[in-house]
Every structure is written in C-alpha cells, then in structure tokens.
C-alpha cells in the first residue's frame, strides 16, 4: 500500500523558517493537504491543494509539491506553531504521513 | 458557522459494537462528502472510511473492512460509523471530517469521541 514519509521531529528557533517534508512515490501526481494539530486539539486544515492556504490561515505558511516531495514551509516561525504537522495525499484511498513535531526552541 | 459533533463513544470489551454519530450543521450536509479519522493514543493520524454526499460510494481501510459501516442520514445531517467486532487496536479518538480527501481536504473536523476497547 502507498505509504508518505515525514520526519518525526524537527526544531527551528524562534523567526526562522522550517521545512517539513513528506515523500513519497510519484507524490506529485495527487494533491497533497497540511494539518495543524496541537495538544488536545482536533487537526486543522492548512494547506490544501498543494500549495493553497486555508481559511484565516496565517501567510506564513505555504506549500509546494513537486516530484517525490511535497513541502511545508514556515517563515519566521513562532512560537503558536509548535505543534504535530500531518500531510495527506491520496491514492485509492485517503494516505496520512506518520506526522512530524515542531519544536520551536 | 460549521459544526461537527460527535457522541456515541465509551468503554466496550473486545467483540462487542458501537455506533458513532457525528451532528453536522451550517453546511449543506447532502452535498459533501464525509470521512472518519482516528487517532490511538500518542499516535498519528489515521484515515477509517469515507461516504460520498449522496451516501452511495463508502470506502474504508483494511483493518476495518466487514466490521465497520460508514452511512449517513440525510433528514437528521448524521454521520455515522456502525462499528462491531471491536478489537483492542481499535481504541482511539474517533474524528469525523467534512470532506473526501483527493481533490479537497478536510476542512472542518469535530472534537472527537472516544472509543476504548478493554477487557
């Protein structure tokens, strides 16, 4: 079964840009979607098709997929965005990245 | 403003059945595709099933083929996840998500019910 591949953890400190990858085969053929989850918290949508901020989502996150990568990124991270981040993308069934935890140090 | 709820969770031994209900509102719910996604505990997400706005496509993952039924009834705006033969690894926190998942995200999720299998 297809399977999307993120890092477990990453760290950035306070102002700097973070990347969170997902891998995965051909990952540019689908969609791929970003979601925010904080503790205690149900996921939130920020990223969808892509590269496209949901609603009320700050402009300092973005997204980009292109061949086996699609990528978060986050400029001048802040401290409100330590959470777990999840991509999603698809094929022949709704695929979750295992999640990676932002620490913002 | 849109609302997800969901109820129907609890403490059941291995084998026995549940029935989730997710209340939709301020959307129009017979148009939209509807999905549950849970989360075991200190664990990632994890898609269980989809039905489609009309409620005739369903789709759900392996693990829970034959054992869960996804539906949804129009007149009252539930979702639902019928879920029998309840083994351990089932325990989680149950969301429900509006949306299918290709070509849209989920973009509204309710705050979970939680299901605990235990003997």
């Known amino acids: 079964s297809y399977e999307v591949t993120q890092p477990p953890s990453v760290s950035v400190s306070p102002g700097q840009t973070a990347s969170i990858t997902c891998s995965g085969d051909?990952?540019?053929?689908?969609?791929v979607f970003w979601y925010q989850q904080k503790p205690g918290q149900s996921p939130v949508l920020l990223i969808y098709?892509?590269?496209k901020r949901a609603s009320g989502i700050p402009e300092r996150f973005s997204g980009s997929n292109s061949g086996n990568t699609a990528t978060l990124t986050i400029s001048g991270t802040q401290a409100m965005d330590e959470a777990d981040y999840y991509c999603?993308?698809?094929?022949?069934?709704?695929?979750f990245g295992g999640g990676t935890k932002l620490t913002v140090l | 403003e849109v609302h997800l709820l969901e109820s129907g969770g609890g403490l059941v031994q291995p084998g026995e059945s549940l029935r989730l209900s997710c209340a939709a509102s301020?959307?129009?719910?017979?148009?939209?595709?509807m999905t549950w996604v849970r989360q075991a505990p200190g664990k990632g997400l994890e898609w269980v099933s989809s039905?489609?706005?009309?409620?005739?496509?369903?789709v759900y993952t392996d693990s829970v083929k034959g054992r869960f039924t996804i539906s949804r009834d129009r007149s009252k705006n539930t979702l639902y996840l019928h879920m029998k033969n309840l083994r351990v690894d089932d325990t989680a926190l149950y969301f429900c998500?509006?949306?299918?998942?290709?070509?849209?995200?989920?973009?509204?999720w309710g705050q979970g019910s939680q299901v605990t299998v235990s003997s």
């Open positions: 998500a509006k949306g299918w998942g290709r070509s849209d995200g989920f973009d509204y």
């Open positions: 301020g959307f129009t719910f017979n148009i939209y595709a």
């Open positions: 039905i489609s706005g009309s409620g005739s496509d369903s």
């Open positions: 051909m990952l540019d053929d689908n969609y």
């Open positions: 098709e892509d590269n």
């Open positions: 999603q993308t698809w094929d022949t069934r709704v695929v």
